[in-house]
């Protein structure tokens, strides 16, 4: 059973900056591409950033980039997010994701792509 826990949310000023970190465990972390995908109230859950399983290519959407660097540690089973210049609309509980498919050679931003889902992490920026 493949355990995904993340940690690192909370609430920050406008113009501020968070990390976020998720531990994988129970599967072989290296060979998936993990994801980070948010949801705002009343919103649908959207892809935020995506790195593939050895970590050389990466994917973000259009309203983080440049402000957001996701990373990960294979050798610790952890994949990370560091969240800079963060803005009020970025508002929204975060999540870890791991890709169902191993050595998948085209990042997803699908989210049913991605079939372990961690428990979320609660983001609030402040105006």
């Known amino acids: 059973q493949v355990q995904l826990v993340e940690s690192g949310g909370g609430l920050v000023q406008a113009g501020g900056s968070l990390r976020l970190s998720c531990a994988a465990s129970?599967?072989?972390?290296?060979?998936?591409?993990m994801g980070w995908f948010r949801q705002a109230p009343g919103k649908e859950r959207e892809a935020v950033a995506v790195i593939s399983w050895g970590g050389g290519s990466t994917y973000y959407s259009n309203s983080v980039k440049g402000r957001f660097t996701i990373s990960r540690d294979n050798a610790k089973n952890t994949v990370s997010l560091q969240m800079n210049s963060l803005k009020p609309e970025d508002t929204a509980v975060y999540y870890c994701?791991?890709?169902?498919?191993?050595?998948?050679?085209?990042?997803?931003?699908?989210?049913?792509?991605?079939?372990?889902w961690g428990q979320g992490t609660q983001v609030t920026v402040s105006s």
């Open positions: 129970g599967r072989t972390f290296s060979r998936y591409a």
């Open positions: 994701a791991a890709d169902s498919t191993a050595w998948r050679l085209q990042l997803s931003a699908q989210s049913d792509q991605y079939d372990y």
